[in-house]
């Protein structure tokens, strides 16, 4: 079992940065994909982010790419999603999930944390 714990949300101006965390419980934290997802009001919950259980690898949403940065630190079990050049659109609360399989879909991460508002106004 894995607890996830984001922080970092708030409310800021478009163009702004933020710096999501999310802390992991236990001591297999090296063993999972780590994915960042976000969710809008009245929309899906869409991927963001994920990152390899090395470091080695990541990926990232058309929409984010080039201004969200996606690491992590396994001596301090925690991922960040680093938000540069935020925009209105990125509005949501976001979620750090760990997984096995990873990925960019929801269904390939077994643990989730509880979300982080992130309100971006124009």
């Known amino acids: 079992q894995v607890q996830l714990v984001e922080s970092g949300g708030g409310l800021v101006q478009a163009g702004d940065s933020l710096r999501l965390s999310c802390v992991a419980s236990?001591?297999?934290?090296?063993?999972?994909?780590m994915g960042w997802f976000r969710q809008a009001p009245g929309k899906e919950r869409e991927f963001v982010a994920t990152?390899?259980?090395?470091?080695?690898?990541?990926s990232y949403a058309a929409s984010v790419k080039g201004r969200f940065t996606v690491s992590r630190a396994n001596a301090r079990n925690t991922v960040y999603l680093q938000m540069n050049s935020l925009k209105p659109e990125d509005t949501a609360v976001y979620y750090c999930?760990?997984?096995?399989?990873?990925?960019?879909?929801?269904?390939?991460?077994?643990?989730w944390g509880q979300g982080t508002q992130v309100t971006v106004s124009s």
């Open positions: 999930a760990a997984g096995w399989t990873g990925g960019s879909r929801p269904v390939g991460y077994d643990f």
């Open positions: 236990g001591r297999t934290f090296s063993s999972y994909d």
């Open positions: 990152i390899s259980k090395s470091g080695g690898r990541t």
